[in-house]
T-cell receptor, first 116, second 117 residues
């Protein structure tokens, strides 16, 4: 069963505008972590932001914020004031497991295009 | 601080051959995980190692194997290569933080791009 769902294969946004990338997840664990990663065309994966399942406040990192709605199991990424350099693939991910072993699973990704 | 280093960056093999990929994690990181990335399947979890022990394994055939050494460096091996094994293989290291304050963000290498002919 799909555990991380990103329903937007591609998104366009005008430079300097905000954009929301959707992510829903499925887990029966009480303790888990949610992440967003960015993969530019060069290929490297870059960690953007983290939200713990017990965190009551939404995470923010500079222009990135995570809109965490636990009851709906959603963890949307909001990028404010988009820049041309934000054009990339964005992956939502969830880290789950127990002390005996963790794994991070990824969604299919959303390709963001920022227009000048 | 040096990042995650993967070697080789590119390689071409033929069907039936085997391949070994290497990953050196960030100094101090004891957890290493491997992912296969393809256009059709996206990022698929292969396995995770911590202190030389495989702690978790994804849904891949036994042809895919790995190990971790005492210095946390890791290798993965794919035997009897198939065309479908062509992919970008990404290694990531992390500082596993257990329990309530667990974060465990992954620091990725640049990947090893394998082409099977």
């Amino acid at each position: 069963a799909q555990k991380i769902t990103q329903t937007q294969p591609g998104m366009f946004v005008q430079e300097k505008e905000a954009v929301t990338l959707d992510c829903t997840y499925d887990t029966s664990d009480q303790s888990y972590g949610l992440f967003w990663y960015k993969q530019p065309s060069s290929g490297e994966m870059i960690f953007l932001i983290y939200q713990g399942s017990y965190d009551e406040q939404n995470a923010t990192e500079g222009r990135y914020s995570l809109n965490f709605q636990k009851a709906r199991k959603s963890a949307n990424l909001v990028i404010s004031a988009s820049q041309l350099g934000d054009s990339a693939m964005y992956f939502c991910a969830m880290r789950e497991g127990q002390d005996g072993g963790f794994k991070t699973i990824f969604g299919a990704g959303t390709r963001l295009f920022v227009k000048a | 601080k040096a990042g995650v280093t993967q070697t080789p960056r590119y390689l071409i093999k033929t069907r039936g051959q085997q391949v070994t990929l290497s990953c050196s994690p960030i100094s101090g990181h004891r957890s290493v995980s491997w992912y296969q990335q393809t256009p059709g399947q996206g990022l698929q979890f292969l396995f995770e190692y911590f202190s030389e022990t495989q702690r978790n394994k994804g849904n891949f055939p036994g042809r895919f194997s790995g190990r971790q050494f005492s210095n946390s460096r890791s290798e993965m091996n794919v035997s009897t290569l198939e065309l479908g094994d062509s992919a970008l293989y990404l290694c990531a290291s992390s500082l596993p933080r257990e329990g309530y304050l667990a974060t465990g963000e992954l620091f990725f290498g640049e990947g090893s791009r394998l082409t099977v002919l």
